[in-house]
Structure formats: C-alpha cells, structure tokens
C-alpha cells in the first residue's frame, strides 16, 4: 500500500482561482514537506512540518501556504494562483531523526491558465 | 550553503551498455553528509535507489552502484548493464546528519535505446 498519497493527481486551474493540493502518510512520520518540480530541474523546498499544527517556510514559500492540521495530513494552499505556478508538485514525508530519507507521494501536476 | 550539481540533463545508453551518471555535491557542514540516489519512474513519485551514509563506503541496488568518495566530493551512480525497464529520471541528494533538509540535484534523464 502506498505510504505517501496525494490529491489530486491532476489539476487545472484558472489564474487567480485558489487551489489546494492534499497529502496524505500512513508512515507515522513526524515531518512532511512540499516540493515542486519544473521541467529540467530539481525539486525545490515549498514548505515543510515537523509537528501537527505547524508549518515553517522553505526556500520558495512565496504564493503558498501550508496546513498541517494532523501528523497524517498536510495541505498546499495556492491562494492566488498564477501562470508561474504551473508545476509538478511532490509530498513527502520522513521520520524526526536527522539524515534520514524521505518518501514521496507520486505527484500532482498543476496547470494554471 | 549546500549543493548537488548533475552536470548531465540527458544519458542515452543503449541496452546492455554501461553506464555512469555524474554527481558532486558541495556542503558547509563539518560532518560528511548522507548521499543518496532517487529515482523517478514515469507517473511515479520518487523513489529510494541507494544510499550511502559513511564516506569511502559504496551503496548498491537493482544493478545500480554509488562510491561516497569524499576526496573528489563525488557520487557517481554506474550500472554495468543497462536496461529499457531502467530508463526513468535519476536525481542526486545529499542530507546531513544533524537535520532533514535533503538538497537535490537537477536529476538526469536516462533513455535507454533497445
């Protein structure tokens, strides 16, 4: 069974519209992050969690937001979103000790029109 | 701050040949690292391939081999016999010891002609 899940898979959204992309673990894992991926590069922090009801910004959190309302979900909020967020977004998740590896959810591909 | 560089966006190999995919990675920290190769398959999210978490020490999975060489700061992903099955994006990672970030290289795509 898979550990890490998201919802949707797929979405198209229209520019200014808000969209919510959903993650789920059964991993029991305390941290879980966002990512997303542009064609021909790597993934880039969005923003990540390391207990339920908190969220810490990543290296790109401009335009999203995060919700972690329990250690098994977590939520990436486009409030606004715009053309430049069209992306592959990827969930993951990783136990709290230190240097570990992290599990990824297949992705949701997010077109913005 | 720290990095993964893959200098290579796109390996084509034909089956049965050889193959090595190229990793650096760069990092502040005092401690080695943990080095890690992820694999993407097509409509999949990305997945464990190896990972190797001593320096001088070598990871191994499905075919697939990685050397931590922490003189040359490199991580080199090689496999002797390519497969069409194997052809799917690889990315480079490095997380170090005392936290969870993981840096990502830009992954390098491997297409593998029958």
């Known amino acids: 069974e898979a550990a890490v899940t998201q919802s949707p898979r797929s979405k198209v959204a229209v520019t200014g519209g808000k969209v919510t992309l959903s993650c789920h673990q059964t991993?029991?894992?305390?941290?879980m992050y966002w990512y997303r991926q542009d064609t021909g590069h790597g993934l880039r922090l969005i923003h990540y969690s390391y207990v339920a009801d908190s969220t810490e910004k990543g290296d790109i959190p401009d335009g999203y937001k995060a919700s972690r309302p329990s250690q098994e979900n977590f939520s990436l909020i486009l409030e606004l979103a715009s053309l430049s967020q069209t992306a592959v977004y990827f969930c993951?998740?990783?136990?709290?000790?230190?240097?570990?590896?992290?599990?990824f959810g297949p992705g949701t591909r997010l077109t913005v029109l | 701050g720290d990095s993964v560089t893959q200098t290579e966006g796109q390996v084509t190999v034909s089956e049965s040949k050889s193959l090595i995919i190229n990793c650096t990675y760069s990092t502040t920290s005092i401690a080695y690292p943990n080095l890690f190769w992820y694999v993407r398959y097509p409509g999949e999210g990305l997945q464990l391939l190896l990972k190797v978490i001593t320096a001088g020490q070598k990871g191994s999975s499905r075919g697939f081999e990685a050397t931590y060489n922490k003189e040359t700061t490199s991580f080199h992903l090689q496999k002797a016999s390519v497969q069409e099955s194997d052809s799917a994006v690889y990315y480079c990672?490095?997380?170090?010891?005392?936290?969870?970030?993981?840096?990502f290289g830009d992954g390098t795509q491997l297409v593998v002609k029958p």
């Open positions: 990672a490095l997380v170090r010891n005392n936290n969870n970030r993981i840096f």
């Open positions: 993951a998740s990783s136990d709290r000790t230190g240097g570990r590896e992290q599990y």
């Open positions: 991993n029991n894992h305390d941290y």
